[in-house]
């Protein structure tokens, strides 16, 4: 997935990139009046299907919303809210990842006064719309990230706020049709672990990257999920 930057006023628009050249932007996002647009996140499937999504300010709330781009009608879809739960102090923090076949997976954090819990919603096949915004750890993170495994599965990995502060990881299996046992996947030095990076490679290899502050200088460490 990439940035595609952080937008504050009252709307979102994209350009799509034909054979030779840019086509003409087109208004993506879908706004109340006085409504303020954060963390613009876009991914893009292999059929160039595409997913936007961002946090949205609304009436003293900031919720999570998201668009499909539909390569095969040419045009986005309605943009519509994932979190709507009333009252929700939602994060500005979102990602998204799309799989090989089209499915999504928007994931951010919820705080909730006291902290802030990693959130996911998946769109499984297009037409089947969104699913219910769902926990994946009720902790207290920072660094939330997701990227798309097997067709339908998703891993999320995010940074507690334990001390020391580890990383962690947590699978939805779509095999299996729910989520594993969360996972911590930094285990060597007992120090603060931070500015995490999640990827996924061509050929389906995961590497997870961060960095962790030892002797008074930060040192980089990674871990692989085959």
Request: net charge negative; with cysteine.
């Amino acid at each position: 997935d990439d940035d595609a930057g952080v937008c504050a006023g009252f709307g979102a628009a994209a350009g799509t990139y034909g054979v030779c050249s840019w086509g003409q932007p087109t208004f993506v996002g879908s706004l109340d009046g006085g409504s303020t647009l954060y963390d613009l996140k876009i991914a893009i499937a292999p059929s160039n299907d595409a997913i936007a999504a961002w946090s949205q300010y609304n009436s003293g709330s900031i919720y999570v919303w998201a668009n499909r781009y539909s390569s095969a009608l040419g045009r986005w879809m309605d943009a519509g809210m994932i979190d709507p739960v009333p009252g929700n102090n939602t994060s500005s923090t979102v990602y998204v990842a799309v799989d090989s076949v089209g499915n999504a997976n928007v994931t951010w954090g919820r705080w909730d006064g006291s902290k802030i819990a990693v959130m996911s919603s998946r769109l499984l096949c297009p037409s089947a719309g969104w699913t219910q915004a769902q926990p994946v750890d009720a902790s207290i993170n920072n660094d939330i990230q997701v990227v798309a495994d097997s067709p339908g599965s998703f891993i999320h990995a995010w940074i507690d706020s334990t001390s020391p502060k580890y990383v962690w990881t947590r699978r939805f299996n779509a095999d299996a049709g729910g989520w594993q046992a969360p996972e911590r996947i930094d285990e060597a030095v007992p120090n603060d672990a931070v500015s995490l990076i999640l990827r996924r490679g061509p050929s389906g290899h995961i590497f997870a990257l961060w960095q962790k502050y030892i002797s008074f200088r930060y040192t980089m460490w990674a871990n692989r999920w085959d």
